[in-house]
């Protein structure tokens, strides 16, 4: 049996670090669950693509982007399958629809802002 590599993170978007959303907004304004039940985003390479790995307050996300400067390119995404209570399982639907769509992103002293025409939000490294 051969042994894969494992995963790594430097050199990547966020390097090895994790983010933890502190405030977001979409089209109907602020989207205060953002605070209180935070999305964590980390950066992983796996088989030669960079994931992103998203901790909604129900599942987690693996979305492989293509990295092009300041833009990341949803390539594909996979959920995990626990099941979520209706109010969570809408979180995740919001995220998922953040991700169906290019994501301009900023890394800027600790700070990650995460933008397109679906939401802005903004993570600080924890």
């Not at 405030?23 to 669950?33: K, L, P, Q």
């Not at 996300?61 to 626990?82: F, G, I, P, Y």
């Amino acid at each position: 049996m051969t042994q894969q590599p494992e995963p790594f993170c430097q050199g990547g978007p966020l390097g090895c670090s994790t983010f933890t959303s502190v405030r977001g907004s979409d089209a109907t304004g602020d989207v205060a669950w953002l605070g209180t039940q935070p999305l964590r985003i980390s950066s992983t390479h796996v088989n030669g693509a960079w994931t992103l790995l998203v901790k909604t307050p129900c599942n987690v996300l693996n979305v492989e982007v293509s990295v092009q400067e300041d833009v990341w390119a949803t390539r594909s995404m996979a959920a995990s399958a626990m099941g979520c209570r209706e109010l969570e399982g809408s979180y995740e639907a919001w995220t998922v629809k953040l991700f169906e769509q290019p994501v301009q992103w900023n890394l800027d002293d600790g700070m990650l802002t995460l933008s397109n025409p679906h939401a802005t939000i903004e993570f600080k490294e924890s």
